[in-house]
């Protein structure tokens, strides 16, 4: 059998469901790659004129390359686009429970990368 007629098994990277008090569930993948967390050290490093600049783009940083899915209100959303325009768009509230499971997620699966 040739080439092209074998299946091939693509390899998913494992992930992990956090649910906030409202029921709404964030998926966070379990894999980065060695490029991805150069970029992130870089990112979290960044500005050093405002580190508050540098931690924010870091928590966006990490939230775009780690989230797969988010399920807010029964609607899920799977598009990185989306994923990233409801991050902006979330309340501070949102924010803060986002930023404790990124702090989480990369302390258990992740824990030679600095949490922003």
């Known amino acids: 059998m040739g080439r092209r007629n074998r299946q091939r098994e693509k390899l998913a990277a494992p992930t ?29 490093g960044g500005n050093r004129l ?22 807010i209100a029964a609607v899920p959303l799977e598009r990185q686009k989306e994923l990233l325009a409801r991050l902006r768009f979330a309340s501070q509230d949102e924010r803060a429970w986002i930023r404790r499971v990124l702090r989480e997620h990369l302390a258990e699966h992740f824990p030679d990368v600095a949490a922003p």
């Open 50 to 71: 405002s580190r508050e600049d540098a931690w924010q783009r870091a928590v966006e940083f990490l939230f775009e390359r780690l989230a797969v899915r988010w399920v």
């Open 16 to 44: 992990s469901d956090y649910t906030d008090p409202d029921g709404n569930v964030l998926t966070l993948r379990g894999s980065m790659t060695p490029a991805t967390r150069r970029e992130y050290a870089a990112v979290l």
